[in-house]
């Protein structure tokens, strides 16, 4: 199987990105640090931080 | 995460206060910390000790994990008084250097009994100016921090008994494992990312809009509410039957390994084993030919019911050449050259308004039949070959229906014999312990197809409802609405289904990725480490998978030797740490990957020497640091020559016992060390000293 590098990795992460309007970028990294705060719990409550983050950048 | 030193204090047999430093790869070519210690020296405790000063826990195969506390210190202790147990841990972290301390305070209440009275959990970080701060106000948010650090699930994955390291590779961990992967490489921070866009945040803004909008938004909004609301109930479905159908495996597979063990059993149940083999690689044969057959039908398959047009062309062409239409008498480009040259090749001038321009302009309206011949040739070429084609479909197809005649011939005299090895598996003759156990395991299997087939339910339910799902969400985003607030509502809506997505395809850009990437690093050790021609890979759902080539397909290997499996668990775990390293950085805004440990207590202790030396030799490549616990027969020369070179750091656990004539020493690089003494004291104890 031919291995496929990590610019390839990285060039296909960036056309999903670019596929985002910026406050949507701003959204998705917002969600994503909420997540990791939380990746500890079984069933982290992350719901009122991420409405809260969808306000304020899509306002 | 870099373990940089370890302080212990009355913890097990580890008496008083002790502490070590561990190689923390400021030479990155000496990146391992050895640990030599007799048996009962505390290796396993050592190790404990690490995890409960993290997490307040122990592994689960810790002998009495309440007691903790030093049986000396107990018996020295005045009736009344207060002994403490604890454990200090320096690490590295890329936002600068923490101290973790827990200690368990305990009042002597008897010669041997104490009664814990309280535990604390200090953390502190030392900044960048080198200033030591105490991290959060309590000890519940101090072990969260921890737990952000390295999830309590991940442990398993880097402090961990060598000699049970196989279950890793266990079909019944795969739950597990998978999960642990994905929390550690970062993939599961974008898989619930997106599952809370998609539910919870989705829904509580559908339900705003329904507050909002006009009358036609408000119905669609709350039809949608109702599908979100019903998917939900799916997932939990599909949820709770993947649940029990990897507990009916782990009881399945009890019940197997209780009939192996049962003597009379054994020839039945390796005949059992054999025959489940035979019938999983019947299986992959039958769908290899469906997959041959149906690349033959899509080339070709029309061609199957084509010889009437095929001979009705043939015809056509004949009788064409009967009539002498064909071949063209003149070509037209030749008839072009003389119109533009305006002079025949016998001089005569050819000029619009004569008869001979005339002529030549009729002749081209017939040379159209030059193109038509050109056609014709290469359909008549072209007939042969779809001819011929059309034959290897047909060869294709006789082909398969005579494999699969014998396939599934194969099959039904498999399965026959399954039902008679099961039938006999069952006999009462066996005694009522096997007759019972058969029983059972009839009633699992039948429960395990029928969750099977639960599940497939809810996976088509699933895709229903998201195709409905996605069907509202276009009409949402049609509808017009003159409410101001109802636009920004549909405007949030819209983005989170903009970020839904875009996490779902970062989710399989990085799952891909990982796969491969394990896959890629577990082979190649593999390949150099096993002796058998064997190949290990890891599936999508990061199951490790041992296989080998049997008449020209892949099977499974059935019955991988604790010894393979461990070898595989190792690199594994070894390939995982590499992936996180390699990932490390900071993307979308968030710390991803990182540096981790592997402790790994007693990692060759049922390995043949080819398996120790290879995975001594792979281990310290792949992690930044590795702690290994062994004992003088684990450490022999095939290990110790592997990894001499990499030693950082290296300590002897010497045991101290009141037993007399029980001296033992350890020879370490040609050199002789104390490795248990006798002790005039009556209290054993392990002392750390590096070698």
């Not at chain 2, 039902?419 to 429960?447: W, Y």
């Not at chain 2, 199951?543 to 080539?549: G, I, T």
């Not at chain 2, 003494?677 to 054993?684: A, N």
Request: hydrophobic share 35%; aromatic share 6%; glycine share 6%.
């Amino acid at each position: 199987m031919p291995t496929q590098s990590r610019e390839q990795v990285a060039e296909q992460i960036r056309s999903v990105l670019l596929g985002l309007s910026e406050p949507e970028r701003r959204l998705l990294n917002a969600v994503l640090k909420l997540e990791q705060e939380n990746l500890y719990l079984d069933r982290p409550r992350v719901k009122d931080d991420i409405i809260a983050e969808v306000r304020r950048v899509i306002s | 995460m870099k373990l940089v030193s370890l302080a212990l204090q009355n913890f097990r047999q580890f008496y008083g206060e002790q502490s070590c430093e561990f190689a923390t790869g400021d030479d990155p070519s000496r990146v391992v910390t050895v640990f030599h210690g007799y048996n009962g020296a505390g290796k396993t405790a050592l190790l404990n000790a690490l995890v409960w000063c993290l997490y307040g826990t122990t592994t689960p195969d810790f002998q009495a994990p309440d007691k903790l506390e030093n049986e000396g210190a107990i018996a020295e202790a005045p009736i009344g008084s207060e002994i403490t147990v604890a454990v200090s841990l320096v690490f590295d972290r890329p936002d600068g250097q923490y101290r973790v301390r827990r200690a368990r305070v305990s009042v002597k209440e008897g010669a041997t009994q104490i009664r814990q009275k309280s535990q604390t959990l200090d953390l502190f970080r030392t900044d960048e100016t080198g200033e030591l701060k105490p991290v959060e106000d309590n000890d519940v948010k101090r072990q969260k921090r921890i737990s952000q650090f390295l999830p309590n699930t991940l442990y398993p994955f880097f402090f961990f008994n060598g000699e049970r390291v196989e279950r890793i590779a266990n079909e019944d961990a795969y739950n597990s494992v998978e999960a642990g992967v994905k929390t550690l490489l970062d993939i599961a921070i974008f898989e619930r990312g997106e599952k809370h866009l998609r539910t919870q945040v989705e829904r509580e803004l559908t339900a705003a809009l329904q507050q909002l909008g006009d009358a036609e938004l408000v119905k669609v909004a709350k039809e949608l509410e109702e599908l979100e609301k019903a998917g939900e109930v799916i997932a939990d479905r599909a949820q709770l039957h993947l649940k029990n159908l990897q507990a009916l495996s782990i009881e399945i597979s009890d019940i197997e390994s209780k009939q192996e063990k049962i003597q009379h059993l054994a020839d039945l149940t390796k005949d059992r084993d054999r025959l489940r083999a035979d019938e999983e690689r019947n299986g992959l044969e039958i769908l290899e030919a469906k997959k041959r057959f149906l690349a033959a039908l899509s080339k070709s398959g029309y061609l199957a019911f084509s010889e009437g047009i095929l001979a009705s062309t043939e015809t056509l062409i004949a009788d064409a050449r009967r009539r002498g239409d064909i071949p063209a008498k003149i070509k037209p480009q030749f008839v072009d050259d003389l119109l533009a040259a305006k002079e025949c090749i016998c001089g005569t001038v050819i000029v619009e308004g004569t008869k001979e321009h005339a002529r030549l302009l009729s002749w081209r309206d017939q040379t159209g039949l030059a193109d038509l011949e050109e056609h014709i040739s290469s359909t008549s070429a072209s007939i042969g070959r779809l001819r011929e084609r059309r034959d290897d479909y047909r060869e294709a197809s006789s082909q398969f229906s005579k494999d699969m005649q014998s396939l599934l011939s194969s099959r039904k005299s498999i399965r026959s014999d399954l039902a008679v090895i099961e039938e006999k598996l069952g006999d009462p003759a066996h005694g009522e312990d096997a007759a019972r156990l058969q029983e059972t395991l009839k009633r699992l299997q039948r429960q395990r197809e029928d969750t099977k087939a639960e599940i497939i339910v809810c996976q088509r339910d699933a895709s229903n409802n998201e195709e409905k799902q996605a069907e509202l969400k276009r009409k949402i985003r049609t509808l017009q609405t003159q409410n101001e607030r109802a636009a920004l509502v549909k405007r949030q809506l819209e983005a989170i289904d903009h970020v839904a997505d875009a996490l779902a395809s970062l989710t399989r850009i990085q799952k891909e990725d990982v796969r491969r990437a394990l896959d890629e690093s577990i082979r190649l050790i593999w390949d150099d480490a096993a002796i058998k021609q064997y190949e290990a890979s890891v599936t999508e759902d990061y199951r490790l998978l041992l296989s080998k080539q049997v008449g020209g397909t892949q099977v499974p290997v059935i019955g991988a030797s604790t010894g393979e499996k461990q070898v595989l668990a190792l690199s594994f775990v070894g390939s995982l740490v590499k992936k996180a390293r390699e990932n490390f950085g900071q993307s979308y805004g968030v710390q991803v990957g990182g540096y981790y440990p592997l402790v790994m207590d007693s990692p060759f202790g049922s390995l043949e020497d080819d398996y120790r030396a290879k995975v001594a030799e792979w281990v310290p490549k792949l992690a930044d640091q590795i702690v290994v616990l062994v004992s003088r027969s684990q450490w022999r020369s095939e290990v110790e020559n592997a990894m001499k070179g990499r030693i950082g750091k290296e300590f002897i656990l010497e045991l101290h016992t009141a037993k007399e004539g029980a001296n033992r020493d350890i020879e370490i690089h040609g050199v002789k060390h104390p490795y248990v003494v006798s002790s005039l004291d009556p209290i054993e104890k392990t002392i750390i000293r590096e070698v």
